[in-house]
């Protein structure tokens, strides 16, 4: 089955500065990567995916890439702010009962942006 | 309002209890899952359902029991023969049942508490 592997588990970076987050991921066919960021408290929010007939989107300061090849996308936030401060997961597709309809997720990174 | 609900936001049950967490969708969606999430874990799949009346087990359904007789309606029962039942639970839900992976939105979740 899917195995997602999620890099790294915490992340500082200073207020501006760029963050990078990394995920892998096992199965060739897999065809789909969200992304959701978790305030305390909160459930998860979808914040861009991705599909594998493109390598990259943009949605403002978000971005995914996707290489196919090395079976790995990346989660980039641009001019950070404090409220980027969250905990983000990766996902992607897994199979149940032979149905490629769920997520297999991430870890989590916990992003602190400081000011 | 369109979304997924949750209820209730904070929940106490005392060990040997079963206890029932609520989750219900007006979006209209097929597909309804359940997840723990405990600290550094990220999110485990307990149960999902592509359809009512119909319902699977996912990593993690020892100890939970489900219902799915409503299309906008998935409670979760977390039964005394869970070990650990002390968690983050979250509902999520998706438009298709078909076979590849889609969007999930999820509620606000629910934190249980066995004193």
């Known amino acids: 089955g899917e195995n997602v592997e999620q890099h790294p588990s915490t992340l500082s970076v200073q207020e501006g500065d760029s963050a990078v987050i990394k995920c892998t991921y096992s199965?060739?066919?897999?065809?789909?990567f969200p992304w959701y960021k978790q305030e305390l408290g909160k459930g998860p929010q979808l914040i861009i995916d991705i599909r594998s007939n493109v390598g990259e989107k943009k949605d403002q300061r978000i971005a995914v890439t996707l290489n196919k090849t090395a079976k790995h996308f990346s989660l980039h936030i641009t001019e950070t702010q404090p409220e980027d401060s969250a905990v983000y997961f990766c996902a992607a597709p897994g199979y149940y009962g032979g149905s490629q309809g769920n997520l297999i997720f991430g870890k989590g990174t916990k992003l602190s942006v400081k000011p | 309002d369109g979304g997924i609900t949750q209820s209730p936001k904070y929940l106490f049950r005392k060990e040997g209890q079963n206890v029932t967490l609520s989750c219900e969708q007006n979006l209209n969606h097929d597909a309804m899952y359940w997840y723990r999430q405990d600290p550094g874990q990220g999110l485990r799949l307990i149960y999902y359902s592509q359809i009512v009346n119909d319902f699977q087990k996912g990593d993690i359904a020892e100890g939970y029991s489900v219902s799915r007789e409503k299309k906008e309606s998935f409670p979760l029962t977390v039964t005394s023969a869970q070990k650990n039942p002390t968690a983050f639970y979250l509902c999520?839900?998706?438009?298709?049942?078909?076979?590849?992976?889609?969007?999930?939105?999820f509620g606000p979740g629910t934190r249980l508490t066995v004193l």
């Open positions: 199965d060739s066919a897999s065809n789909y």
């Open positions: 999520a839900s998706s438009m298709s049942r078909l076979a590849t992976a889609d969007t999930q939105y």
